[in-house]
């Protein structure tokens, strides 16, 4: 038995027991009418309307949070999260000049030269 036969039994039994007024039959109908109208309208909303959901609770619409301070600090997250990338990486550069240096691998020479920075920073790359 598919959904559809399914559907069909249940409501001819449902039928067969109801013995209602006019008046509580046109509030039954005027409800469904109502909860299917409810239903078109959210399922015209766009996928991403959660998002005014989460915003809108904290105050009304259009309001300053969901407009202009939740896009504020995602850009404020994004920038700080490159500075702490870019301070790594410059602290691994350093690390590994340190490292050549202290390891020995430079001639004594290198240290005496006017091009040793230049040296360092070719090497480094």
Known sequence: MNEQQLAYRIRQCLNQGTELDGDTIERLKAAREAALA???????????????????????????????????????????????????????????????????????DAYLDKGFDAWLRRSSH
Do not use: Y
């Not at 300053?64 to 700080?80: D, F, K, N, T």
């Open 38 to 108: 409810r239903q078109r309208m959210a399922a015209a909303r766009p996928a991403f309307a959660w998002a005014d959901n989460v915003t809108g609770r904290f105050a009304g619409p259009g309001s300053l949070v969901s407009r202009l301070l939740l896009p504020m600090a995602v850009i404020i997250l994004g920038l700080l999260a490159i500075n702490v990338w870019h301070q790594a990486q410059v602290a691994q550069e350093i690390e590994e000049i340190d490292t050549a240096v202290l390891k020995g691998d430079l001639p004594l």
